[in-house]
Structures are given as structure tokens and as C-alpha cells.
């Protein structure tokens, strides 16, 4: 074994001591099992190294306790000292978790970009909660929070302890808003889509869930599907992306004599017809002519994936949409984008209140390919309920991708079809939907217990 230099920092020689045989700290404590004030008694020379001492060092550095005798009990006791009394200090990541909320309505935040050290960063999840590690010991550290609409704030939160942020609404939010020319990097990502996205049509594989549930009322509805996903180039002429289904199987959950469920449109969730691909669909906020109708805050960059990424918080002026958008710095792609429609009344038949969706994209090989997304609507009047489709990609062709034939795509009423379309592909790809089981591809939706008659159909 090699003597521990002198020459080294405590903070080094604690360095080699755990890489010895990368242990964790906690392992290596348990293991020790010796008192601070035992390893200065040793210091101080008014105890001896034991064999149960050196043993204990040994197993630590995975060593020969003999070996040990070979260097100065003084040294050795005085670095074993220096790595016992740092170890709750030394490198460990502490996590600081809390929730950001409305400070009128106590309500949580979701997307709210929060940061610290001036870049690194996370943003809230859609309970308004947020985790982020420091890379030293601190146990504290001083958070700046900030979203679209709201006062930003900078608040020292602590580890080991729920910290609760409030954020202030803004009355005017343009003294936060940067309207030119911070938005080139945002332009810069939209003129990029041609070249980040796939420059020829692709078809994909993917599981499609739908869910729905009516409050107040005896209706549940849930469809899990295997869908194949014609989208045609990024760039060009502007088609549609159309889907075909293969396979999938449907639970419905309902009480025929309730009032809401009289009405069918209550079924409806948003259909097989799409998977909710923001950046093949370009929303108004992601087109460049539109930009003007949006005010943008542009925060700090983060890790993303590893990957280093720029976030964009926004709002339209009208105060109907908002969200988060992510640019990756080095090709100025959309990995991520979340977004919030309100007040939409109408959706195909439906009144919605609110739509939330969700994008997450994948790279590979050089481009950019839509990896899963989520659309949440809440429903007003008597639907009085919410409808959610997720979207899982498993499987990419961008060689051998044709046009899916007419008679074969989905259309928006289709999510009541029984197991398989005329054309389809299912019988030939039941394993698929076994094999990638969907409850741990999707959140898992449970059927709730119903209090009247219901009738189930599979």
C-alpha cells in the first residue's frame, strides 16, 4: 500500500481513501464504526493503533491490515482522523427539494425555471415541485425562481427540508420581457427545423393510451394502442401526419342511466388520429411571423439530458397560452416544449377549459425524432372531466416509409374501434403490446370503483 503523501490536501487524501475501492460514504462509515473523539485520542498519541483499528481502515481502503504496520502510525492515524471528521462534509450531492406556488391562490406552479450558481437549473413539474443538487457540501443555497407572469425571486432554501416558494403575480410583465433581439435564438431554432428534423418522410412504431373519466358520474374510458405514425418531411409542402392502428384493446366503465353519459361525446379523448407532435404541427409560437403576439423571458441555460440548453418561458399576449420552451445550444433543436392553452370552448365538438401538452424529442443519428408526448384536457360543462393521450415511441423507419392508404388512417371519432381495423396489422404484432408493457411505458391509470350499475366492455 502507498503511504499518504503529505504533500497532498486533506480534501485530496480523502479523495484516495474512497477511490480505493469506490465505496459510498454511508458504506464506509458503517464500517469504520469509530468515534471522532477516538481518532484524536490517537492523534494526540494517547492511544496506539489496535489491530481492530487497523482492520477498520483496512476494510475502508480495502487493504491487508499488515500492510498498514508498514506506514507511520502517526500518518496513518492523523489522514484516517481527516477521513472520518470530513465525511458528513466531503463531496456529497444534497438534494434541496421543494414546491412553488401562487401567493394569492396557494395553488401550485408548473414550469416555473429555477436556478442556481447562475446557470444550473431545473424546472418545477406539474405539482409545482422541483429537485435540484448541489454539487458541494452545502446544505443551503440561494435560488432564484422565475416564470411568465410572475415577479421573479431569489430565496435560500435548504436541504432536508420542504421549502415552500410563493410567487407574486405581475399586473405588467413587459419590464421582463426581452421582445428583440433575444428572440434570434429562438428564430434561429425555428429556421433550423428543416435541417435538425427528418429531411424525408419516417414511419414510426409507437403505443398510443387514451383515458378519460367524467366527474361526478359513473363514466371511465381507457384504450391502449399499437400504432404505426406516417409523418411526412419537416421541410416542404405541409401534409398531415396520419396513424394507423395495428392493435389495441379498450376498457369502458360506465352508468348507462347517468345524464352525462347519454351524451357520447363523453367518449371522445382525441382519438388515435394524433400524437401531438408540437414541432411538426408549429403552433403559432413556434412561427416566426407570430412571434410579436408573445412576450418571452429568456432564463439561464441548463443541463438538459447533458446537454447544455437554453429555456424560454412564454406567453401570448391575450394571456390564452403559456409554457416552456427548450433550445439545444449546440443544434439549436426542440428537445422539449410544454405548453398551456386556456379558455379554448371548443375542441371538435368538445368544450375544453384547459389543454396541457408535452413534448419530449430524441436525437439520433443527427436528427431530431418526436420520443413521447402527453395532452391533458380538463372539460367544461357536463362533461366536467378530463380526457388524457399519451404518446411512446418504440421503433423508427426512415428508410422504407410510405403513405398509410386512406382506408387505413385513423380518423378523430376512431378510438372506439374494437381491437382491429380492416387492413390492419394486428394479429401479426400482438406481442409488441406484451412485450413493452404498457402500465410502465405510461402512468398508470386506475379504473375507479363505480356506485351504480355499470356495464363493461373489453
Request: proline share 4%.
Amino acid at each position: 500500500m502507498k503511504a499518504l503523501p503529505d504533500t497532498k490536501s486533506i480534501g485530496e487524501n480523502i479523495r484516495l481513501l474512497r477511490k480505493a475501492n469506490g465505496m459510498k460514504v454511508a458504506e464506509a462509515t458503517d464500517k469504520l464504526d469509530i468515534s471522532e473523539s477516538a481518532y484524536t485520542r490517537h492523534e494526540r498519541g494517547a492511544l496506539s493503533p489496535t489491530a481492530d483499528f487497523l482492520g477498520k481502515i483496512a476494510t475502508v481502503i480495502n487493504a491487508h491490515p499488515v500492510l498498514l504496520l508498514t506506514v507511520p502510525a502517526k500518518r496513518l492515524i492523523r489522514h484516517a482522523t481527516f477521513f472520518l471528521s470530513a465525511l458528513p462534509l466531503m463531496g456529497l450531492s444534497q438534494a434541496i427539494n421543494g414546491t412553488v406556488v401562487d401567493a394569492a391562490s396557494k395553488s401550485k406552479i408548473e414550469g416555473v425555471y429555477v436556478a442556481f450558481d447562475g446557470y444550473k437549473g431545473t424546472i418545477t413539474d406539474k405539482n409545482g415541485n422541483f429537485s435540484i443538487a448541489a454539487a458541494d457540501s452545502s446544505i443551503s443555497k440561494k435560488l432564484t425562481f422565475s416564470h411568465i407572469g410572475y415577479a421573479d425571486k431569489s430565496s435560500i432554501c435548504y436541504a432536508r427540508k420542504k421549502n415552500v416558494i410563493p410567487l407574486d403575480r405581475k399586473s405588467a410583465m413587459l419590464d421582463e420581457v426581452t421582445v428583440r433581439p433575444k428572440k434570434s435564438i429562438l428564430e434561429q431554432a425555428i429556421e433550423k427545423i428543416p435541417i435538425n428534423y427528418p429531411a424525408r418522410p419516417i414511419m414510426q412504431t409507437g403505443l398510443i393510451r387514451l383515458y378519460s373519466t367524467i366527474k361526478e358520474c359513473d363514466f371511465f374510458f381507457k384504450g391502449d394502442a399499437e400504432v404505426d405514425v406516417f409523418t411526412p418531411a419537416y421541410a416542404g409542402k405541409r401534409e398531415e401526419q396520419s396513424i394507423r392502428l395495428r392493435r389495441n384493446t379498450r376498457t369502458l366503465i360506465q352508468n348507462e342511466n347517468a345524464e352525462c353519459v347519454k351524451n357520447r361525446m363523453v367518449q371522445w379523448v382525441g382519438g388515435y388520429a394524433t400524437i401531438g407532435d408540437a414541432v411538426f404541427s408549429r403552433p403559432p409560437f413556434m412561427t416566426v411571423g407570430e412571434l410579436d403576439n408573445y412576450l418571452f423571458h429568456y432564463g439561464n441555460n441548463m443541463d438538459y439530458k447533458g446537454r447544455r440548453t437554453h429555456v424560454i418561458n412564454f406567453a401570448s399576449k391575450k394571456g390564452k397560452t403559456e409554457g416552456v420552451i427548450y433550445i439545444d445550444s449546440a443544434t439549436k433543436a426542440f428537445p422539449f416544449i410544454e405548453y398551456t392553452k386556456h379558455d379554448i370552448h371548443r375542441l371538435f365538438f368538445v368544450p375544453i377549459a384547459i389543454q396541457k401538452r408535452k413534448c419530449e424529442y430524441a436525437l439520433l443519428n443527427g436528427k431530431w425524432y418526436i420520443d413521447k408526448t402527453r395532452t391533458h384536457s380538463t372539460y367544461l360543462k357536463i362533461f366536467q372531466g378530463e380526457g388524457i393521450r399519451e404518446f411512446q415511441s418504440i421503433a423508427i423507419d426512415s428508410i422504407n416509409a410510405h403513405p398509410i392508404p386512406y382506408s387505413e388512417r385513423m380518423q378523430f371519432m376512431d378510438n372506439q374501434i374494437s381491437v382491429l381495423k380492416k387492413g390492419a396489422l394486428g394479429k401479426s404484432n400482438d406481442s409488441l403490446i406484451s412485450q413493452y408493457e404498457r402500465d410502465s411505458v405510461f402512468s398508470i391509470m386506475p379504473a375507479p370503483a363505480l356506485s351504480k350499475s355499470t356495464e363493461t366492455a373489453q
